[in-house]
């Protein structure tokens, strides 16, 4: 199911009723109940009184707050694992940035979405603050099931990749005030694009926490 969501095949709002879970995984409505409750614990699944379970719906203030939140921890880990990288670190790095370098030149808006995380959490893990990181993936997660990315253009993906290929080059080169300099124009930039997201496709609930219609 996290797998499911994660990867955009079950868009925010979707319900998750429990006998049709249970027969599609072909297990008892325990296992699939108790598994719920780990995705609420992660932030992708809401349970709703009279609505049952859905995967997390948010409004389009709290995507852009949760953006905040993660520019907020992404920086505070930066600033450590900058230092703390290892060769095997730097190597992890380039191998994401080359798969977020192909997913551009072939315009797999799905595959660039995946990887930008991937990349992300490259430059974090090093950090040695797994609290932090932890806190990161959190909020990441309440807001993957939106896939921000895919539903970007084509040329905001090239304009945000030119911002990790500067990251890259800065992690690399241990220098935390240019990694941070770029990340802070990075969120910006994101910003920009979380602000051109369609609202009334039913990708966001409205200001009264109901699906968009």
Known sequence: MRRLILEGNLPPGTGMPLGELARQFGVSAIPVRESLQTLIGEGLVEHKTNFGYQVTLLTA?????????????????????????????????????????????????????????????????PSG???????????????????????????????????????????????SDALLAATGAHHARLNGVLSRLPTDTGLFADSAGQKDI
């Open 61 to 125: 203030a709290e995507l852009r707050e949760l953006y905040v939140v993660r520019e907020s921890l992404e920086a505070a880990a930066l600033a450590a694992a900058v230092h703390q990288a290892t060769a095997e670190d730097h190597a992890l790095a380039e191998e994401t940035h080359a798969r977020l370098e192909r997913a551009v030149l072939t315009e797999n808006a799905v595959a660039y979405h995946r990887e930008t995380r991937n990349f992300h959490l490259a430059l974090v893990r």
């Open 129 to 175: 603050m797994p609290r932090v990181v932890h806190m990161l993936e959190y909020a990441w997660n309440i807001t993957e099931p939106v896939q921000p990315m895919v539903h970007a253009s084509t040329m905001d993906r090239v304009v945000l990749h030119a911002d990790h290929s500067k990251q890259l080059a800065a992690f690399l080169a241990r220098d």
